[in-house]
């Protein structure tokens, strides 16, 4: 698979991410909501596919502009971050929703090609699968004598 939950501190290398959350190990892991005074952060479902050319990533946001979402790649575009929030009117103020994610890419994927699209509530990145190259064999010659030393830093 060319995805998995990242966690920075995790010796498991993200698979704790949603574990301790409450959310299903396995399979799409459910809305969870912690109330902070009037913010809230959550955790939005998301649905991974690929096939031997594509990877794709959709990720439910109902209500949250275009404006409002921010897709970086870090860690020479291995780490997929998400981050993005909305309003909502209640009463008489407003709450705001926030939603902060991290994935971890396949070294198979071409993250200079990724592309982000947003429709109907549903944020969908694509990225296509790195071409493989066919196995080289090399033969390494052999020099008689002493080795080169270590070269200085």
Do not use: C
Not at 17 to 30: H, M
Not at 32 to 58: C, G, I, M, W
Not at 122 to 139: I, Q, R
């Amino acid at each position: 698979m060319s995805l998995s939950l990242w966690n920075n501190n995790s010796p498991f290398g993200g698979f704790d991410d949603d574990f301790f959350s409450g959310s299903p190990v396995f399979g799409i892991p459910a809305l969870t909501a912690f109330k902070n005074d009037n913010l809230l952060h959550s955790s939005p479902r998301y649905e991974v596919s690929e096939n031997s050319k594509q990877f794709r990533l959709a990720v439910d946001v109902p209500g949250v502009k275009a404006n409002d979402i921010k897709v970086d790649l870090e860690r020479d575009g291995r780490v997929l971050h998400m981050t993005g929030h909305r309003k909502v009117e209640k009463e008489n103020s407003f709450e705001e929703y926030k939603f902060e994610k991290r994935f971890t890419l396949g070294n198979d994927l071409d993250t200079t090609k990724l592309t982000a699209n947003l429709s109907d509530g549903v944020l969908v990145l694509t990225a296509p699968k790195k071409e493989k190259d066919e196995p080289k064999a090399t033969t390494v010659p052999i020099t008689l004598g002493e080795a080169p030393a270590l070269m200085d830093e």
